[in-house]
């Protein structure tokens, strides 16, 4: 699988900008989708997933901003990013795995269980 991320650039804060990632060369049937990003000497942080039932997990840092969805027939996933601040500014990754959902995670997961990533892209806020 080769998850390709495009969509990032620079915002001003309170402003949108919409990510996506189109899923190549699937070995699979991909249960669970979503977006992890990483600030500047920060950890990688979970902020949106979605599964095959669209069920979706939102991080308390964007819910109510970001929103996630997919189009399954042209194998993309995307994330609207409405209401930007500057502490979103980070490296934006989508993620994917065919061994659960959503609803199947497990309590306390973590970015290691998920095991195809993108090359990630730039997303900077700027107040």
């Known amino acids: 699988v080769e998850l390709v991320e495009s969509g990032g650039g620079s915002a001003q804060a309170g402003g949108p900008l919409r990510l996506s990632c189109e899923a190549l060369?699937?070995?699979?049937?991909?249960?669970?989708t979503g977006w992890f990003r990483q600030a500047p000497a920060q950890e990688r942080e979970g902020i949106a997933l979605?599964?095959?039932?669209?069920?979706?997990w939102y991080a308390d840092s964007v819910k109510g901003r970001f929103t996630i969805s997919q189009d399954n027939a042209k194998n993309t996933l995307y994330l609207q990013m409405n209401s930007l601040k500057p502490e979103d500014t980070a490296t934006y990754y989508c993620?994917?795995?065919?061994?659960?959902?959503?609803?199947?995670?497990?309590?306390?997961?973590?970015?290691?269980?998920?095991?195809?990533w993108g090359q990630g892209t730039q997303v900077a806020v700027s107040s």
């Open positions: 060369r699937l070995p699979n049937r991909l249960r669970c």
């Open positions: 979605i599964d095959n039932d669209d069920n979706t």
């Open positions: 993620v994917a795995d065919s061994s659960f959902t959503v609803s199947t995670l497990p309590v306390g997961w973590t970015s290691e269980y998920f095991g195809y």
